[in-house]
């Protein structure tokens, strides 16, 4: 069987604060917790996730049901461990609040200094049970969320965009203009570069169709979202889109100049060119008399010499 290593340990607990996912480290690794056993640890972690990252005695809300379903373990497990560990000091047990109808709904609990001592819980034993605010995880199952700290990170961010604005490229404030706000833009480029792809050859593949079905905002949004996850060539699609708009503006501007120029007679040095009526040829009279007729693909470059006044017209 493969030992567990630190990172098996932790990789449940990813999506909580860092002070909880080491306090629950300690709790698998402190040679004090080596009297609980593996479903009292696991019982222990559950009430660790509950509590605040600012001060670990403020008081905690865990229903035996759900506890137990958290550790994966029978709610007489779960009664045993919180037992246990207020026999060793670390738990101590407050008063349960009652529904309307005097009914138990949730126990609650704090922890000792003790434990957060063990596990380097922060802790402030001058503040006081009734004056605790902070929110921590409901007996529902709600998710813990520090609101007070994302607050002040709210407060920094804000600050810095104020001193340090965003500044996105040509190419794709195009997908700000679509509704989809800076900071959305700067998300799925990082999410893109993390791909190996570039934002701009995504929206240029997608702008096409994103303008066709009149998208906006988080539609846009998870749209290039939905590409970004995928695994296409999307530089290769970006470049022969380029291609193919370079070879269609050659061709309205060929377009444009045989509209131009057709039918018309010019000199240059002895010689003389005719251009077809429909612009498409030409007939180019040398010095000698001899004559040259010139094709479709020759015209470009005789069109960029008449602008160019390298060609001087003649009236017939």
């Not at 990813?14 to 080491?22: A, L």
């Not at 497990?77 to 000091?89: D, I, N």
Request: charged fraction near 25%.
């Amino acid at each position: 069987m493969r030992a567990y290593t630190l990172e098996d340990i932790v990789q449940p607990y990813q999506h909580y604060p860092k002070i909880i996912q080491h306090a629950i480290l300690r709790a698998h690794t402190h040679p004090t917790f080596l009297v609980l056993t593996k479903s009292m640890r696991k019982v222990l972690c559950a009430l660790l996730t509950r509590t605040s990252q600012k001060n670990g005695l403020q008081p905690i809300k865990a229903r035996t049901d759900r506890v137990a379903e958290e550790a994966d373990v029978s709610e007489k497990t779960v009664q045993r461990a919180v037992a246990t560990f207020r026999q060793l000091g670390w738990l101590r047990p407050l008063d349960s609040k009652r529904s309307e109808y005097g009914l138990f709904t949730t126990r609650q609990y704090a922890f000792t200094e003790e434990l957060c001592s063990l596990v380097e819980l922060p802790h402030e034993g001058s503040i006081s049970e009734t004056n605790c605010t902070q929110g921590t995880e409901m007996s529902t199952g709600a998710i813990y969320v520090d609101l007070s700290y994302k607050k002040d990170l709210r407060k920094i961010s804000l600050k810095n965009r104020e001193s340090n604005p965003i500044t996105l490229p040509q190419a794709l404030r195009d997908i700000v203009g679509m509704g989809v706000k800076e900071t959305g833009v700067c998300k799925l480029r990082g999410l893109a570069h993390q791909a190996g792809y570039r934002l701009e050859d995504i929206f240029k593949i997608a702008q096409t169709r994103l303008k066709a079905i009149g998208a906006t905002g988080h539609r846009v949004y998870r749209y290039l979202l939905s590409m970004i996850e995928k695994r296409s060539d999307y530089a290769e699609r970006a470049a022969q889109l380029d291609r193919q708009g370079e070879q269609t503006q050659l061709h309205q501007s060929c377009k444009t100049d045989a509209d131009a120029y057709r039918g018309r007679r010019f000199m240059k040095a002895g010689k003389r060119v005719d251009v077809f009526a429909d612009g498409d040829g030409a007939i180019a009279v040398l010095a000698d008399g001899s004559f040259v007729t010139l094709a479709k693909s020759d015209m470009p470059r005789l069109y960029a010499e008449i602008k160019a006044g390298k060609w001087v017209e003649q009236t017939r």
